[in-house]
Nanobody
Framework: QVQLVESGGGLVQAGGSLRLSCLAS????????MGWFRQAPGKEREFVAA????????SYAASVKGRFTISRDNAKNTVYLQMNSLKPEDTAVYSC??????????????????WGQGTQVTVSS
């Protein structure tokens, strides 16, 4: 079983930056693709970014491309989401997700087996 714990959320002004972290327990982290998703109040969960197990492949939602960067450190069992130029519409609960079995596409939530509890990101205008 893998547990995921997010941290790094908070309140920031528009144009500011935050870095989210997701610490994973379990031996399979280094071979698992990881993703970040977000859910705003009254909205459906949406894909933000994903990264392959070896960091060779990354993908981003169009709404965050060029502003957010996903990365990982397999030695630390951690995946990161660097968020720059934040906008009020980025306000949401951000959750990381991991795969037990490799599946595609990584932008689809149902391809992930493990989920964290989420961390709140609030961007004020």
């Amino acid at each position: 079983q893998v547990q995921l714990v997010e941290s790094g959320g908070g309140l920031v002004q528009a144009g500011g930056s935050l870095r989210l972290s997701c610490l994973a327990s379990g031996r399979t982290f280094g071979t698992s693709a990881m993703g970040w998703f977000r859910q705003a109040p009254g909205k459906e969960r949406e894909f933000v970014a994903a990264i392959s197990w070896n960091s060779v492949m990354t993908s981003y939602a169009a709404s965050v491309k060029g502003r957010f960067t996903i990365s990982r450190d397999n030695a630390k069992n951690t995946v990161y989401l660097q968020m720059n130029s934040l906008k009020p519409e980025d306000t949401a609960v951000y959750s990381c997700a991991g795969q037990r079995t490799p599946r595609i596409p990584l932008s689809i939530a149902t391809t992930y087996d493990y989920w964290g509890q989420g961390t709140q990101v609030t961007v004020s205008s």
